[in-house]
């Protein structure tokens, strides 16, 4: 009976090694999961400290940033094609370039919540 003791504890040994190399995925993705989480709420305390502040270099920055994103998609869908016929009719040629929104339009996703944290929780069914 004690050679059958010894292969239990032996098998428990082997058994935690592999547990940490290759971690049960449920569990892997309960930590990401508070991860992420932990993440999102230590944000939203910033955001409420930020917006809380009398000072406009603290609490407006993320409205400046919004308007400037909004701006630019206003100028590249609206302003620009009007700008655009305005000219043409005037009998104007004058190149007018789009804002470039490569690097401005996953800023204002951000800000907006549209991230992929947001699409990760709906799919993990952690959604509100």
């Given at each position: ?21 290759w971690p049960n995925k449920t569990e892997q993705e309960k930590q990401e999961m508070q991860a992420a989480m932990l993440f999102v709420q230590g944000q939203l305390d910033v955001n409420k400290a930020e917006a809380g502040s009398s000072s406009v ?72």
């Amino acid at each position: 009976m004690k050679d059958l003791t010894g292969i239990g504890e032996v098998a428990g040994v082997v058994g935690s090694v592999i547990d940490r190399i290759w971690p049960n995925k449920t569990e892997q993705e309960k930590q990401e999961m508070q991860a992420a989480m932990l993440f999102v709420q230590g944000q939203l305390d910033v955001n409420k400290a930020e917006a809380g502040s009398s000072s406009v270099f603290v609490a407006g920055w993320r409205p400046f940033i919004g308007w400037v994103c909004g701006g630019a998609c206003a100028w590249n869908w609206i302003g620009l094609p009007i700008a655009k016929a305005g000219l043409a009719l005037a009998g104007v040629t004058l190149d007018l370039a789009p804002a470039d929104l490569t690097e401005m339009l996953p800023v204002l996703m951000g800000m907006l919540g549209l991230g992929a944290l947001r699409t990760f929780e709906k799919t993990k069914g952690v959604a509100r």
